[in-house]
């Protein structure tokens, strides 16, 4: 069992900057990061492959977002740059053990969230 704990989330202006970090204690074959806003559905933002460092990124945060992990922390990093106000939401560290598609119900283990707000 993966338990997965972010942090780094907060407020900010538009246009500012925020790196979320998801401590894990087990690696996982894919890891990503997903978010929800309030009445929408919850979607994938980015994914990396554990071990190749191969990153797929949704439309919506491509060349403002970028995932890394860093195994011998056992951590995850999601940095944000050039944030829009539509970028607000719950940010989720997830875990995939089988896939690598950016899917919610893909995910194996979820981590707690870390709220994102941007103004």
């Known amino acids: 069992h993966v338990q997965l704990v972010e942090s780094g989330g907060g407020s900010v202006q538009a246009g500012g900057s925020l790196r979320l970090s998801c401590v894990y204690t087990d690696s996982a074959f894919c890891m990503g990061w997903f978010r929800q806003a309030p009445g929408k559905e919850r979607e994938g933002v980015a994914r990396i492959y554990t071990g190749i460092d191969s990153t797929y990124y949704a439309d919506s945060v491509k060349g403002r977002f970028a995932i890394s992990q860093d195994n011998a922390k056992n951590t995850m990093y999601l940095q944000m740059n050039s944030l829009k106000p539509e970028d607000t939401a719950m940010y989720y560290c997830?875990?995939?053990?089988?896939?690598?598609?950016?899917?919610?119900?893909?995910?194996?283990?979820w981590g707690q969230g870390t709220q994102v707000t941007v103004s």
């Open positions: 997830a875990a995939f053990r089988w896939s690598c598609r950016l899917v919610a119900s893909d995910v194996d283990y």
